[in-house]
């Protein structure tokens, strides 16, 4: 279910030059670090921006994890940070929450 791009290092740093993101710009955290409510198990975890991720299966004990109520995305749930559009700003725009 997961697909992941693996850009070589040289690639990565190709792109990285041609974007230039400038140093001053706040960036929502696009990393949390995932917690198995079973296991204990962390891992840390890219966040997609555009996104929100449901389902989540831990790797040590293929526990899906799915968001508690009122979260709209496992990382509002089990993450050290919150998924990026609720970062962003107020509420997610992915419409998984339920009101
Ligand atoms: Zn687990």
């Known amino acids: 279910m997961r697909t992941r791009m693996c850009p070589t290092p040289t690639t990565f740093t190709v792109i990285e030059r041609l974007m230039d993101p400038p140093p001053m710009t706040t960036v929502a955290q696009l990393e949390s670090v995932l917690t198995c409510p079973e296991c204990g198990h962390a891992r840390r975890e890219l966040m997609p921006t555009d996104a929100c991720q449901f389902f989540y299966e831990c790797e040590r004990c293929k526990t899906v994890l799915r968001p508690k109520a009122g979260d709209c995305c496992v990382f509002c749930s089990y993450g ?20």
Request: with cysteine; net charge positive.
């Open 80 to 99: 050290s940070v919150k998924c990026p559009p609720v970062t962003a700003r107020q509420g997610c725009a992915c419409g998984n929450a339920s009101r």
